[in-house]
């Protein structure tokens, strides 16, 4: 029972960090329609930024994970404004998107080695507390982590659903040129879209890395895993990709519990294959996707 306990507040931590990712990633390419192939480096620069701010400038930390966050998103809002907007108007895109943001992938993760070199570095828990509860032992970061990324995504469904500039956002992701005749500036809701996924992804590199250590390269793996999210929960699939995050988070956890830890990235390719043999369009498809 203790084990089971364990496997499952395991498997909600990372599912918890795993949705907010996914959600990243699908917001993007719901509204967009491409995928953003920077969007684990985006979480790599909301770690060493925060890794600035806390550990090299002395911000406690919650002004220095805000900071992280504002920063983040305000450099993606500048990289989509500069050089993503040019492709995405054009009459055909063509793969100029996703050249792009692989360009943006490898500018970032050089600029972070140019800076603070290649070797991993730690960040200090925010909370160094351990809590025991029915035979479970967890560290208090970890439970940061799970009720953050929870209000994260509570803040930005209700801020999608709830407000006006959402319902363009919304708006345009269903259809842009009508959007465009009901006098949105899908330009603006494009560059804001690019800054919200940025922002939230760098909210989770900054939350794991006490957990995780940083280094330049450590977005890989993590885009890896939002790309197989965005593919069981449906890509444009907000409230399925929270769901499907939850679900790698809670499968890996189990899994790793029996076959050991090495077969983790293992089971999220075998996934990613499953999915697209047999359910391509995910499995919440929308009706009439």
Known sequence: MTNFLQNLINGL???SYYAVLGMGLTIIWGVLKIINVAHGDFYMLGAYLLYTFLTMVGVPVIPAVILAVLVAAVLAMILERAVLTPALTRDS???SPFVITLGISILLQNFVQLIYGERYKSVPYFNDAIIKFLGVTLAAQRIIVVIVA??????AMLFIRKTRFGWAISATSQNTFAATLMGIDTKKIYMFTFGLAAGMTALSGGLLAPIYGINPWMGASIQLKSFVVCVIGGFGN?????????LLGLIESFAVQYIGTDWQNVLAYSLLILMFWFKPNGLFEKKGH
């Open 238 to 246: 907000i409230g399925g990709s929270i769901v499907a995050g939850l």
């Open 13 to 15: 931590v990372a599912g």
């Open 93 to 95: 895109m063509g793969n």
């Open 150 to 155: 929870f209000l994260a995504m509570f803040a």
